[in-house]
């Protein structure tokens, strides 16, 4: 199994609302990354969580706040958040940190 | 920053031809992926080349290294409809966790 699961693909919520991106991988990854990205840029990386504690936030705002419960999962709670951060979020892991890494399919996620 | 520099923005040709991406970046690094990216979904690892590697090979695809530029090259061989997208080069430096990625090349291939 190569795969990267993220759920929903697809997310509107509103400004108040409070919702969860989720991700999954089962090939034994240790690594595990939170990109953002807007259409026709690149990604941005926001966390890196290598062996389940998390080892880069790249000053994001918390409003997002990333979650590690076990080595194959991978959150992303969402609150309070603008319209601005409407956008692709991808989650991606690799064996070890700065290895090849395996990407989801993304959330797209519209804030409104 | 490390972030990776490509070139061409963009680049359109026929299939069949070859199609080379250039990227720099500024600061050392551990090594060096190339990624591709359709219609803004997933992205797909295509190769890494470790910074004591000049050159990797993996089928229609070839990844030169110039530690001494910090510049690496991507190119594609008898290009196809197919590889139309838009390809990445991403960093990851020498200390820390971080892997980022270059502004990207959008390719369009016309069949």
């Known amino acids: 199994d190569t795969e990267v699961t993220q759920t929903p693909k697809h997310l509107v919520m509103g400004m108040t609302n409070k919702k969860s991106l989720k991700c999954e991988q089962h090939?034994?990854?240790?690594?595990m990354y939170w990109y953002k990205q807007k259409a026709k840029k690149p990604p941005e990386l926001m966390f890196v969580y290598s062996y389940e504690k998390l080892s880069i936030n790249e000053s994001v705002p918390s409003r997002f706040s990333p979650e590690c419960p076990n080595s194959s999962l991978l959150n992303l709670h969402l609150h309070a958040l603008q319209p601005e951060d409407s956008a692709l979020y991808l989650c991606?892991?690799?064996?070890?940190?700065?290895?090849?890494?395996?990407f989801g399919q993304g959330t797209r996620l519209t804030v409104v | 920053s490390q972030q990776g520099e490509e070139d061409p923005q963009a680049l359109s040709i026929q299939e069949g031809e070859n199609a080379t991406m250039n990227c720099s970046y500024k600061?050392?690094?551990?090594?060096l992926q190339w990624y591709r990216q359709n219609s803004g979904r997933g992205l797909v690892h295509l190769i890494l080349i470790r910074s004591n590697e000049r050159e990797k090979h993996s089928g229609r695809l070839r990844v030169t290294l110039d530690t001494s530029k910090k510049s690496s090259s991507l190119l594609i061989t008898a290009s196809r409809a197919a590889d139309t997208a838009s390809y990445f080069c991403a960093t990851a430096g020498t200390g820390g966790f971080k892997t980022i990625f270059g502004a990207g090349t959008r390719l369009f291939v016309k069949a």
């Open positions: 600061t050392s690094i551990n090594n």
């Open positions: 991606a892991s690799s064996q070890v940190a700065r290895g090849e890494a395996f």
């Open positions: 090939m034994g990854h240790r690594a």
